[in-house]
Antibody, heavy 119, light 111 residues
Framework: QVQLVQSGAEVKKPGASVKVSCKGSGYRFSNYAVQWVRQAPGQGLEWMGWIYPANGNTIYSRNLQGRVAITRDNSANTVFLEMSGLKFEDTAVYYC????????????WGPGTLVTVSS | QSVLTQPPSVSGAPGQTVTISCTGSNSNIGAGHDVNWYQQVPGSVPKVVIYDNTNRPSGVPDRFSGSKSATSASLVITGLQAEDGADYYCHSFDIGLSGVIFGGGTRVTVL
């Protein structure tokens, strides 16, 4: 079955960087776009960006452009989200999610990775 | 402030019908981009309940339905049940922002 497994929780200081991984299994990894969505405590969902593993093409949210980089390692069926210049307000659960192969919706989600920014 | 506007909360008694609106603009819903709806029970991962405006994935009860008109979309839950209490988010694409957008979310409370 389709599964997305994410790396563990992180605690970072303001100004630091964090890298979160998302490993896909149970499907042809390179055929499906992977998106990153975050959710601050008690808040709604915020789209961060996506990558097409087949060619590495990315699109980022304008709100976060310049601080976010999404990369992939197809040999390991893994997508990475790296965020730099962390601020207190970046404290959130970060989800990776797979986009349906031919539709626009996200059909499988990782369990989420809590990133806490604290001094 | 989200580009897609949803009411913060709606409520209804078991068996009643609730409607959640998602209001966009000509750069997203009005531009023809499809709307998806996700249900998120607190502490859980979001799950799609409606995709491409009106379609229900297998396993989603038929009491969930969706519609789209002009620059808005709606999610309707007919015959509300206790397990429908959750947060619901609409989801689409915005050509002005060149990216995916979520509504601010609506909390459904089953009285």
């Amino acid at each position: 079955q389709v599964q997305l497994v994410q790396s563990g929780a992180e605690v970072k200081k303001p100004g630091a960087s964090v890298k979160v991984s998302c490993k896909g299994s149970g499907y042809r990894f390179s055929n499906y776009a992977v998106q990153w969505v975050r959710q601050a405590p008690g808040q709604g969902l915020e789209w961060m960006g996506w990558i097409y593993p087949a060619n590495g093409n990315t699109i980022y949210s304008r709100n976060l452009q310049g601080r976010v980089a999404i990369t992939r390692d197809n040999s390991a069926n893994t997508v990475f989200l790296e965020m730099s210049g962390l601020k207190f307000e970046d404290t959130a659960v970060y989800y990776c999610a797979r986009k349906h192969v031919s539709r626009t919706y996200l059909d499988s989600w990782g369990p989420g990775t809590l990133v806490t920014v604290s001094s | 402030q989200s580009v897609l506007t949803q009411p913060p909360s709606v409520s209804g008694a078991p068996g009643q019908t609730v409607t959640i609106s998602c209001t966009g603009s000509n750069s997203n819903i009005g531009a023809g981009h499809d709307v998806n709806w996700y249900q998120q029970v607190p502490g859980s991962v979001p799950k799609v309940v409606i995709y491409d405006n009106t379609n229900r994935p297998s396993g989603v009860p038929d009491r969930f339905s969706g519609s789209k008109s002009a620059t808005s979309a709606s999610l309707v839950i007919t015959g509300l049940q206790a397990e429908d209490g959750a947060d619901y988010y609409c989801h689409s694409f915005d050509i002005g922002l060149s990216g995916v957008i979520f509504g601010g979310g609506t909390r459904v409370t089953v009285l």
